[in-house]
């Protein structure tokens, strides 16, 4: 049976850091892209980040680059979402998605359809 545990979320300062965890269980990473999307209230579904798991290839959306680092632990069969210079903007509920398909290219991650889902973790960032 697949599944994706999220954590790691909660309230912390504008300016300070997270680390969200996707543990996956019913399948290995290999041969999968696994991915972050964040929905704020009455927003719609953005997505943030993904990694392919035979190759660690990354993908991010603009306004996360170079703030937030996507990992993966194949033997552990996780993925990380490292959250730095945490801006209000952030504030979402934030979805591992996997996709058991992944011969494209990673941006296209954010437009499949076909995704296998968690159950989401609250980020509030927020003084």
């Known amino acids: 049976q697949v599944q994706l545990v999220e954590s790691g979320g909660g309230l912390v300062q504008p300016g300070g850091s997270l680390r969200l965890s996707c543990e996956v269980s019913g399948f290995t990473l290999d041969g999968y892209v696994i991915g972050w999307f964040r929905q704020a209230p009455g927003k719609p579904r953005e997505g943030v980040s993904c990694?392919?798991?035979?190759?660690?290839?990354?993908e991010y959306s603009d306004s996360v680059k170079s703030r937030f680092t996507i990992s993966r632990d194949n033997a552990k069969n996780t993925v990380y979402l490292q959250m730095n210079s945490l801006k209000p903007e952030d504030t979402a509920i934030y979805y591992c998605?996997?996709?058991?398909?992944?011969?494209?290219?990673?941006?296209?991650?954010?437009?499949?359809?076909?995704?296998?889902w968690g159950q989401g973790t609250q980020v509030t960032v927020s003084s």
């Open positions: 990694i392919r798991g035979r190759d660690g290839l990354t």
């Open positions: 998605a996997a996709d058991y398909y992944d011969d494209y290219d990673l941006p296209f991650f954010f437009l499949r359809s076909a995704l296998r």
